[in-house]
């Protein structure tokens, strides 16, 4: 990986990693399954996980460092971890991408609920942590559509028009003493400890387009309509689980890589994944016009990488292309 630092230092837009998770185990692929709990005694070693504790935190954290070197200044990494071991790797990326330029905790619902005989709760998540290099990172704000629940839930009024709306306060927090959004509308000054979202001329363009509501008692609050809004918020807790039939173990869900592409690079970027397994990441790039950098040891991994992107189709727009480099 070092190799890449003579020509990619400063321009990868994205990595997205799902290192080995220090489990002191042997994970194997075979002719009809690759699967972490059922396998065969006839079945190819896919990968080792035999580096545990101090050592295994210690490769982790030589890789980190040169990834951050490799990253763009808007550039983000997103690191796909355990839960046993999470927690040690958290404090390895403050120390390398500082604390400040940690994003997010993002829990990751990766299997059905278990009903092992085990004294202790049912592990049905794994974790992802999320960082930035800088403060100027690339943000697509994603959003996952409104379920028919929510519409309802959320937005529980109607208009003679018959679209759905709901409406809140015209106000937030904090006092202003001399500007604008801290005068009176309408003779209502905003209630104390607080001041108006926008100026009273603002305020009053709203009323005359009908975009503010009053309540019996003259409150005013804002129309917010359901068909002027793309979605609610992706949340920190993610539903993406592992595929039911895996190419290769320890597989990852092809719409959570997609996902995390789209939120955090452009068409155009680069994204490196330097575990990439079965090549997941590669595909969704490859198929969201992102340039891809992909890296494993293993060679039942690169094998089914290749196939992969040999199955994609060629389009119009896009051709799969690339060069395979026997050793970096």
Known sequence: MKMLLDTYAGK????????????NGHFKIGEERANTISSSNDDAIAYTDTLIGADFLEFLRERLILLRELLSENGTIYLHIDYKIGHYVKLIMDEVFGRKNFRSDITRIKCNPKNFHRKTYGNIKDLILFYSKSGNTVWNDPRVPFSD?????LFKKVNKEGRRYTTIPLHAPGETSNGETGKEWHGLPPPKGRHWRSNPAVL???????LI?????????????LDEKDGKKMQDVWDFKDPQYPKYPTEKNMDMLKFIIEASSNEGDTVLD????????????????????????????????REKLASLPDTLFSKVEYEFLKEL
């Open 274 to 305: 330097c575990f990439c397994g079965s090549g997941t990441t590669l595909v969704a790039a490859q198929l969201l016009n992102r340039h891809w950098i992909g890296i494993d040891k293993s060679e039942p991994a690169i094998k089914v990488a």
């Open 204 to 210: 009053e363009e709203w009323d005359k387009e009908g």
């Open 12 to 23: 990868i837009n994205l990595v997205y990693i799902d290192p080995p998770f220090a489990t």
């Open 149 to 153: 629940d929510d519409r309802e839930r």
């Open 213 to 225: 509501e009053w309540s019996e008692n003259g409150v005013p609050r804002k129309k917010i309509f």
